[in-house]
């Protein structure tokens, strides 16, 4: 098992940028994959997008081209920038660690592991 600490979230207006980040405890994260998660009130959690430990990234389709995953092995740490946002975007996001793997896996399985979550608000 492995920490996750979010941060980075807060208010913003519509079309602006926040960046998000995700610091993972543990030595095994360069063999891990990742993921972000957002949940909206009233709505179930959905999976935004992944970062495999080859750095191979999937996108859900509302997020393409706005949002950038990306992953720093030296600092434990996996960002989420975010762009244009819009109102939509609105919820707490969330860091999903993956299993331990391999360093060219190009996979993302969810783990058990879950960070606290960040708000992020994007006002009209």
């Known amino acids: 098992q492995v920490q996750l600490v979010e941060s980075g979230g807060g208010l913003v207006q519509a079309g602006g940028s926040l960046r998000l980040s995700c610091v993972v405890s543990g030595n095994s994260f360069s063999i891990r994959a990742f993921g972000w998660y957002r949940q909206a009130p009233g709505k179930q959690r959905e999976l935004v997008t992944t970062i495999a430990p080859s750095g191979t990234t999937t996108y859900g389709d509302s997020v393409k081209g706005r949002f950038t995953i990306s992953r720093d092995n030296a600092k434990n740490t996996v960002y989420l920038q975010m762009n244009s946002l819009k109102p939509d975007d609105t919820a707490v996001y969330y860091c999903?660690?993956?299993?331990?793997?391999?360093?060219?896996?190009?996979?993302?399985?969810?783990?058990?592991?879950w960070g606290q979550g960040t708000q992020v608000t994007v006002s009209s």
């Open positions: 999903n660690a993956g299993a331990p793997s391999f360093r060219g896996s190009t996979y993302y399985t969810p783990g058990g592991s």
